[in-house]
Each structure stands twice: as C-alpha cells, then as structure tokens.
T-cell receptor, first 113, second 114 residues
Framework: KAGVTQTPRYLIKTRGQQVTLSCSPI?????VSWYQQTPGQGLQFLFE???????NKGNFPGRFSGRQFSNSRSEMNVSTLELGDSALYLC????????????FGPGTRLTVL | AQSVAQPEDQVNVAEGNPLTVKCTYS??????LFWYVQYPNRGLQFLLK??????LVKGSYGFEAEFNKSQTSFHLKKPSALVSDSALYFC????????????FGKGTRLSVIA
C-alpha cells in the first residue's frame, strides 16, 4: 500500500500570498488530520476531517482553512501568509473514527519570506 | 481538555545503556496514549500505543512503554540504546470520552552516543 503523500514537499512564498497544500491519505483511510510543526512549539493540531466533515479544529486563526473531498484527499489553505507561518505542515491519515494510530506523510516545508 | 508534557527537551544516553523518555498526560477519562518517532527530514512514525489492557506495551524497534494511571505517566523505554535510535520522540494522548483530536507533546530529542 502506498503511504500518505503530500504535495508539494517544499514551498517558498512571500508575505501576503496564499498557499494550498495537498494530502492524499492511504487508500481506504477516511480520516485526515493536519498539524503544524515548528521547533519551538512542537506539533500543533490544525484540523481533523472524517468523511468530508470537519470533526475538530485547532486554535488557529481563520486564515487557516481546510477541506476533504469524497475520495478522502484533503487540502489546507493559508491566506495572507505571515512570517510566522513558516513551518513543516504534516498530514496524517487513519482508517476510521476510532483512535488507532495515525500514519504521517513526509510533510510540506513552507518558508515565508 | 487533554494535554501532554514531555519534561525533557533533550536526553543523552550512551550506546548499550537503557534509555527512558518521559511523558505525563492529563485527560478526563481513561486515555488513549501513543508514542511516535521522527527521523531527520521525515514524517512521524508510529512506535506503540496503549488503549486498554496490559500496562506494559511493546512496540517497534524494541521499544516499550508503561502506562501508570496513578502517576498519569507513559514513559518510553528501551533496554539497550542504539546510535540509530537518535531521533525526535513525541508522546500523544487522545481522550476517548469526547470527539477530540490527538494532542502531541513538544517532543524530546534523544541522542545516543557511541
């Protein structure tokens, strides 16, 4: 089975721009979660989707949004980028609603200049 | 709301010695607990989990963790450390009582010295 894939792997943007990151979960997985990883803050939870419905949302401003499609693929969007948005964005998928282990993608490294 | 604390930012251990990476948690009910490892420039990899049952959980690469309800801890252990164990380790908790996400600690960097 192919693992979780994230595109693009690296991204450089300037302040004020917007960005869309994509995540394809493991085949058959219906739950997708997004995390922001920074050296000082560790992993911070962004969103969790299950069957196209947002189940949970972390404590991030409204500039961060996401969605999940019927094929379980997910996207997250960050508008009006700020320097502090520079981070590794990780996507994870799991089989269902139960709290089984999550399978992580390699991440998208976003740099905001 | 649930939370996780990893009190040590860095743990250094000599190769062949036992290692422990500490984790304490706070959750309203019985927790679901996880350990993940992150190697450089890689995503997180699942190591082990505690859902219910035996308090000693065995996982990948020879790691194990002990669930201690009275101390609200879930420390990660390995009897003999390898240089290849050097990585960033994350503890995570999920409250099964509500519709809540998986919450991660800030991570502990383990360095195993040859």
């Amino acid at each position: 089975k192919a693992g979780v894939t994230q595109t693009p792997r690296y991204l450089i943007k300037t302040r004020g721009q917007q960005v869309t990151l994509s995540c394809s979960p493991i085949s058959g997985h219906r739950s997708v979660s997004w995390y922001q990883q920074t050296p000082g803050q560790g992993l911070q939870f962004l969103f969790e989707y299950f069957s196209e419905t947002q189940r949970n949302k972390g404590n991030f401003p409204g500039r961060f949004s996401g969605r999940q499609f019927s094929n379980s693929r997910s996207e997250m969007n960050v508008s009006t980028l700020e320097l502090g948005d520079s981070a590794l964005y990780l996507c994870a998928s799991s089989a269902g609603a139960d709290p089984g282990e999550q399978f992580f993608g390699p991440g998208t490294r976003l740099t905001v200049l | 709301a649930q939370s996780v604390a990893q009190p040590e930012d860095q743990v250094n251990v000599a190769e062949g010695n036992p290692l422990t990476v500490k984790c304490t948690y706070s959750v309203s009910g019985n927790p679901y607990l996880f350990w993940y490892v992150q190697y450089p420039n890689r995503g997180l990899q699942f190591l082990l989990k505690y859902i219910t049952g035996d308090n000693l959980v065995k996982g990948s690469y020879g790691f194990e963790a002990e669930f201690n309800k009275s101390q609200t801890s879930f420390h990660l252990k390995k009897p003999s450390a390898l240089v290849s164990d050097s990585a960033l380790y994350f503890c995570a908790v999920r409250d099964p009582g509500g519709n809540t996400p998986l919450v991660f600690g800030k991570g502990t960097r383990l360095s195993v010295i040859a």
